[in-house]
């Protein structure tokens, strides 16, 4: 039986705080102890069934997966014990969770008034399209056969309905297909797919850079070479994509290529990447250049999604105002016509 996942922002309060715990010195089992206590009883039973696991030698980021949290988290942990600093990745992975959280709600909260308006408005063009309309048109053609503007407005609004049933059938379709298809494709392909849609790949692009740049930079400054950080990449319980890059680079690296150009010929990070490790190779400072770098491509990232949804709900609330205004036309064209005809 699945267990239910912790809510986002419970799983982003609980990594902080452990975070936390672990800078004021406590050991992690014992800041593990610390916070079931104070856990629910279904919640104290996940922490504690997690600190068995850590008791039986599983590494954290594999015990945390008793937790049902979600993906995200394993895979930051299992980087933060790979570069030896728990505390600031735990402190990290509860703030990744916690944007993670507030994204999600923001999106809510801006397309629930318009999506409920939509809503309506569909109930309300059905009704006109199987009561209204159908007087309306027989109305229009006995006092006026040549109705013009008029026509086309009411042919508009009878095959509304329609065209919204069919994107919907459409998003039905879509959700299926990623579901049976989209998901069990390789990391290549579904990169080759997603840089085909340009709203997608440019944010794409950001997001596969800074994940990149923040965990190679990570682990430059944890001691490691290079050749040995991509390695940790293309572990298991990395990301699929940084699994699949950690092969590539390795196995350019083995030609004798070098990294930043291994890094410009893929299409998938941003230009500057390769710009940035060339400067930082040369002057000794690539680890600490990479996770400066992307400190700087995760603020682009934020002020993009705000941007985003900022400009949703007016979007929203545009479509359906002018729907309802073509309604009214639709109803109130006809009506001055007949009335013109009298």
Avoid at 90 to 111: I, N
């Amino acid at each position: 039986m699945k267990r239910k996942m912790w809510p986002l922002a419970e799983q982003a309060l609980f990594f902080t705080r452990l975070g936390r715990l672990l800078e004021r010195g406590y050991p992690l089992g014992q800041a593990l102890e610390f916070l079931a206590i104070q856990a629910p009883t279904h919640r104290r039973m996940e922490v504690e069934r997690c600190l068995q696991q850590l008791r039986a030698g599983l590494p954290l980021f594999a015990a945390v997966e008793a937790l049902s949290v979600d993906r995200m988290a394993v895979n930051l942990l299992f980087f933060a014990e790979r570069h030896g600093d728990l505390p600031r990745g735990m402190a990290e992975t509860g703030e990744a969770l916690a944007q993670k959280a507030r994204f999600y709600e923001q999106l809510h909260r801006f397309s629930r008034y318009p999506l409920f308006l939509l809503s309506l408005l569909i109930i309300m063009l059905v009704l006109m399209e199987w009561w209204l309309l159908p007087q309306f048109e027989r109305a229009a053609a006995a006092f006026s056969p040549q109705r013009g503007h008029t026509a086309w407005l009411l042919a508009v609004v009878a095959h509304a309905p329609m065209a919204m049933a069919a994107i919907a059938v459409l998003a039905v379709f879509s959700g299926l297909f990623y579901t049976a298809y989209f998901r069990r494709w390789p990391v290549s392909r579904k990169l080759q797919f997603a840089l085909r849609i340009p709203g997608l790949a440019s944010f794409l692009r950001l997001f596969l850079t800074c994940l990149t740049a923040r965990q190679l930079g990570r682990l430059l400054q944890a001691g490691l070479s290079v050749y040995d950080a991509l390695g940790v990449f293309s572990e298991p319980s990395s990301w699929p994509f940084l699994q699949m890059e950690g092969r590539r680079l390795r196995h350019g690296l083995m030609k004798g290529m070098a990294l930043d150009r291994l890094i410009g010929v893929a299409r998938y990070y941003e230009q500057e990447l390769a710009l940035v490790i060339r400067h930082g190779q040369s002057n000794g400072e690539l680890g600490k250049e990479l996770e400066h770098y992307s400190e700087f491509l995760l603020q682009v990232m934020e002020q993009r999604i705000e941007s985003v949804l900022k400009c949703m709900q007016p979007l929203l609330l545009a479509v359906v105002g002018s729907f309802v205004v073509g309604m009214y036309l639709a109803i109130l064209l006809p009506m001055f016509s007949m009335l013109n005809e009298l």
